[in-house]
């Protein structure tokens, strides 16, 4: 009987690891989680992660305000995977990193069930941080602006504190997400864990539902619609508008970075509400009317990020034209 060895003679040598393998740049195959990533910001983030063909991509949502539809270009991908799965029930799945961006993003929707939203600011990133700690993922926050309520500095840097009222209508948002950003520095300080915390502002670009609620959507959608803009009183209140590809990068940036955050992303270009309608009235139609109506409670009266803290850790985008986001969106309107 032949040995093994005289077998092994004739047999070719295994074949040489790929050449990638010595390459200065080689990174293993990386697995990373989007909660969240059926959502506006999350897709986006989706379609830029599966650009890089190192990594596999894990999506659940429970499609309360994402859509299937925003991710259809990745069924049946080999790196991509999608569940139907709530945040604010344990998940057990082996991944490297963990943006965790599942939560509604609209005040409209977010006051609709407002102990569902805190549950989902809370349990959800419980349940996130649960699962970072056992697999040893990184883990991203997307939190908010919102953490500094209606606030009394302006600009405003990371080091502020926040204005905001606890037992508001948008307390289960703005409440939410800071015990989210508190639950990511204790879970980091007691197991180690790493955490990336983004302070997101606001955000448009294409895949806003037409019906999402927020100002640069609806305002868009009205002005489509041959609908008066309806700039909530008092109109001089202001926003600081980012486009989602610059976000994007921010998030993709401060993720890859050493830097744990919190880190506000946005872009620092301020206007009033009645200046946004003047503009977009301009931009799509002329002919169309601008009214003022009924504003809600504790809306804040100014917001625009200080990114110095951000300019060294993420690229910030420069003051985007309505019209970048509104030929490409335009195409979805009915
Ligand atoms: N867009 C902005 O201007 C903005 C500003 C600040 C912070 N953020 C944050 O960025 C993230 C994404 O925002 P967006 O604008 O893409 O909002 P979005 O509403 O479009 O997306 C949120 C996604 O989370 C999913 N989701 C909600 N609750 C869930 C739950 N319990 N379990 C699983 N999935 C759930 C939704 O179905 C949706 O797909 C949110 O965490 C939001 O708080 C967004
Ligand atoms: O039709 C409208 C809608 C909104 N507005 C005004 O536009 C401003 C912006 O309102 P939006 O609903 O777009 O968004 P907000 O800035 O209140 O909240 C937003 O910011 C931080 C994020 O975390 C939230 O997810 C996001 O929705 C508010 O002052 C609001 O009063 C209008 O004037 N008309």
């Known amino acids: 009987m032949a040995s ?26 990386m697995r990373i989680l989007v909660t969240g990533g059926a959502g506006f910001i999350g897709s986006h983030l989706v379609d830029r992660l599966m650009q890089n063909e190192k990594n596999e991509v894990i999506v659940v949502d429970n499609y309360f305000t994402g859509s299937k539809d925003n991710l259809k270009q990745w069924f049946g991908h080999p790196r991509f995977e999608l569940i139907r799965h709530d945040v604010t029930e344990p998940l057990l799945v082996e991944v490297d990193q963990i943006y965790h961006l599942a939560c509604p993003a609209s005040p409209i929707f977010y006051k609709y069930n407002p102990v569902k939203t ?31 309520g209606d606030p009394l500095i302006h600009p405003q840097d990371e080091s502020y504190w926040g204005n905001v009222n606890p037992i508001g209508v948008r307390s289960c948002y703005d409440e939410g997400k800071r015990v989210a950003e508190t639950l990511m520095f204790d879970y980091h300080r007691q197991h180690g864990i790493e955490i990336r915390i983004a302070r997101i502002f606001n955000t448009y670009g294409p895949r806003m539902n037409i019906d999402d609620g927020r100002v640069v959507s609806n305002f868009i ?42 880190i506000n992303i946005g872009n620092p270009g301020e206007f009033t509400m009645l200046e946004l309608a003047e503009n977009v009235k301009e931009l799509i139609n002329p002919d169309v009317q601008i009214i003022t109506v009924e504003n809600t409670p504790d809306d804040p009266r100014q917001r625009k990020p200080d990114i110095t803290k951000g300019k060294i850790t993420t690229r910030m985008g420069t003051n985007d034209q309505i019209e970048r986001w509104y030929s490409p969106y335009g195409g979805r309107f009915p």
């Open 4 to 29: 093994n060895g005289d077998n092994n003679a004739s047999a070719k040598p295994p074949p040489e690891p790929s050449p990638l393998r010595k390459a200065k740049f080689f990174q293993a195959n």
């Open 118 to 148: 805190i549950k989902t600011n809370v349990i959800g990133t419980l349940n996130m941080l649960g699962l970072a700690k056992r697999v040893g993922a990184r883990i991203l926050l997307t939190s908010t602006s919102e953490v500094y």
């Open 221 to 262: 959608a009205q002005a489509i619609r041959d609908e008066p803009l309806t700039v909530q009183l008092p109109g001089t209140q202001t926003r600081s508008f980012c486009y989602v590809s610059d976000m994007v990068d921010g998030l993709i940036r401060l993720m890859e970075g050493d830097n744990t955050g919190p």
